[in-house]
T-cell receptor, first 111, second 116 residues
Framework: SQELEQSPQSLIVQEGKNLTINCTSS?????LYWYKQKYGEGLIFLMM?????EEKSHEKITAKLDEKKQQSSLHITASQPSHAGIYLC???????????FGAGTILRVKS | DVKVTQSSRYLVKRTGEKVFLECVQD?????MFWYRQDPGLGLRLIYF???????EKGDIPEGYSVSREKKERFSLILESASTNQTSMYLC???????????????FGPGTRLTVT
């Protein structure tokens, strides 16, 4: 969706390197969700951010939502082959849990 | 764990056929959603439902209908399948938090539908 811009479109990193994926909206978001998808499969929920300035971490993945609630970043520390996949951000643009999704970032990790 | 299941992983249908895609969730979620996912276009919302017998149009409802007769089941219907409906179809469900705000959506494994 052009309402939610995700960058980069694809990323190839060497195993052990850090990386960041960004998700930007022109509107204030009610909620921002990060998902991971293996090719041809469903989406796996990673994290949800709702408050401006919020930051959450799970294992080696950290997600942040800026103070204005218009931009989020997903940071992976010391990437591993298991991190490979498609990362999607989804956002509540209006109340009601109707998510709009970014186009996704394809991550490949070279070992 | 939340479990969302979809009736088929792969489906091949002919143009003009009526197609039913079934989705079942086991977490008593109020909300259920149908998306389609296409390369370069991402996920797009087709229909959603906040309660039994309720349905709301999403961004691309044309050519589709839905049915929600029971809380745990949400069906997507292609009345007369066309080749431009070849896609990956994903079902999701969610609930509300104690403050009435939305919670994360949980997705099924997807159905890859091919219409020939």
């Amino acid at each position: 969706s052009q309402e939610l811009e995700q960058s980069p479109q694809s990323l190839i990193v060497q195993e052990g390197k850090n990386l960041t994926i960004n998700c930007t909206s022109s509107k204030t978001l009610y909620g921002l969700y990060w998902y991971k998808q293996k090719y041809g499969e469903g989406l796996i929920f990673l994290m949800m951010l709702q408050k401006g300035g919020e930051e959450k971490s799970h294992e080696k993945i950290t997600a942040k939502l800026d103070e204005k609630k218009q931009q989020s970043s997903l940071h992976i520390t010391a990437s591993q082959p298991s991190h490979a996949g498609i990362y999607l951000c989804g956002a509540d643009m209006e109340y009601g849990n109707k998510l709009v999704f970014g186009a996704g970032t394809i991550l490949r990790v070279k070992s | 764990d939340v479990k969302v299941t979809q009736s088929s992983r792969y489906l091949v249908k002919r143009t003009g056929e009526k197609v039913f895609l079934e989705c079942v969730q086991d977490m008593d979620h109020e909300n259920m959603f149908w998306y389609r996912q296409d390369p370069g276009l991402g996920l797009r919302l087709i229909y959603f439902s906040y309660d039994v017998k309720m349905k709301e149009k999403g961004d691309i409802p044309e050519g589709y209908s839905v049915s929600r007769e029971k809380k745990e089941r949400f069906s997507l219907i292609l009345e007369s399948a066309s080749t431009n409906q070849t896609s990956m179809y994903l079902c999701a469900s969610s609930s509300w938090d104690l403050a009435g705000g939305p919670k994360e959506q949980y997705f099924g494994p997807g159905t890859r539908l091919t219409v020939t």
